[in-house]
């Protein structure tokens, strides 16, 4: 079967520090994989997404980065964070054989606080 | 511009029934998700929509009206443990999932 792994699941972060999280998958192979944002009391905010290792599209312009050195894992980097970097970040992967109307299958999520 | 609007909150008693309700605008449409998250955990898929009618499937039900650009999800029999936010979702037509805030539901028993 399939899993999904983040990590870390908490962080406390100073402003201007790095940040670096990363995502694993395992079970399937070549999925697309998805970084997405939460914010409290608002939807779910997609940052990157990648069709396979070194493509990835950035969805929104930011001081954020993602890379996919490989197959299955997804990371995503910050040289230097923002207060407005706080937020629930959470790593997804869909099976590109179902196609667009794929369900999306979530990591355990990341809390980052940015102080 | 391109919209979700679900309630913030809602309020159900144990073993009642409950209808979340959800409307879109969006540029194009290829189907409408829903998603359960519980506090603090990630979301899990619900349902998917792309024609009219009701999909049923268990104690959960998910509706559309593409021509009204409404869906509602509805929940019966409803348990303590179907206390967490349901997020509804749109697809517009660039195959970009567009999210809603979220509908805190409370079931009280």
């Known amino acids: 079967s399939q899993t999904i792994h983040q990590w870390p699941a908490t962080l406390v972060q100073p402003v201007g520090s790095p940040l670096s999280l990363e995502c694993t998958v395992e079970g399937t192979s070549n999925p697309n994989l998805y970084w997405y944002r939460q914010a409290a009391g608002r939807g779910l905010q997609l940052l990157f997404y990648s069709v396979g290792i070194g493509q990835i599209s950035s969805e929104v312009p930011q001081n954020l980065s993602a890379s996919r050195p490989q197959d299955r894992q997804f990371i995503l980097s910050s040289k230097k964070l923002l207060l407005s970097d706080s937020g629930f970040y959470l790593c997804a992967w869909s099976d590109p054989l179902a196609g667009d109307s794929g369900e999306l299958f979530f990591g355990e999520g990341s809390r980052l606080t940015v102080l | 511009g391109q919209n979700i609007d679900q309630p913030t909150e809602m309020t159900a008693t144990e073993g009642a029934i409950v209808q979340i309700n959800c409307t879109y605008q969006t540029s194009g449409f290829n189907g409408l998700f829903w998603y359960q998250q519980h506090a603090g955990e990630a979301p899990t898929f619900l349902s998917y929509n792309v024609l009219d009618g009701l999909e049923e499937k268990g104690r959960f039900s998910s509706f559309l009206s593409r021509s009204k650009g409404y869906s509602y999800l509805l929940l019966k029999e409803l348990q303590m443990k179907d206390s967490a936010s349901y997020l509804c979702?749109?697809?517009?037509?660039?195959?970009?999932?567009?999210w809603g805030a979220g509908t805190k539901l409370i079931i009280k028993p």
């Open positions: 979702a749109a697809l517009d037509s660039n195959y970009q999932l567009i």
